[in-house]
């Protein structure tokens, strides 16, 4: 069982700049690909980023790609999501999530998802 608990979330204005960290406890990050999506009131969740385990292939939303940045520290056992250039189409709740899969944008393909942290951008 992995557990992940998100944080950095809050209320920034248009333009300016967040970073999201997903801590885990329970086991290693290193055995799992890592994910971060969002969602919106009444709208389903949706891909925002991925990274492999050890950290060197990423994938983006076209949405986001030029703007976000996902990285890891496996021996702190994080993940984390800077995001620059916010827009107020960025609010949504950020989740982190876990696969034992490769690197998905799919959210089914991951095992084990966070509580999810608010983001708001003010226009």
């Known amino acids: 069982q992995v557990q992940l608990v998100e944080s950095g979330g809050g209320l920034v204005q248009a333009g300016g700049s967040l970073r999201l960290s997903c801590a885990a406890s329970?086991?290693?990050?290193?055995?799992?690909?890592m994910g971060w999506f969002r969602q919106e009131p009444g709208k389903e969740r949706e891909f925002v980023a991925a990274?492999?385990?050890?950290?060197?292939?990423?994938e983006y939303a076209d949405s986001v790609k030029g703007r976000f940045t996902i990285s890891r520290d496996n021996a702190k056992n994080t993940v984390y999501l800077q995001m620059n250039s916010l827009k107020a189409e960025d609010t949504a709740v950020y989740y982190c999530?876990?696969?034992?899969?490769?690197?998905?944008?799919?959210?089914?393909?991951?095992?084990?998802w966070g509580q999810g942290t608010q983001v708001t951008v003010s226009s």
């Open positions: 999530a876990a696969t034992r899969s490769f690197v998905s944008s799919t959210d089914y393909r991951y095992d084990y």
């Open positions: 329970g086991r290693t990050i290193s055995s799992y690909a």
């Open positions: 990274i492999n385990r050890s950290g060197s292939y990423t």
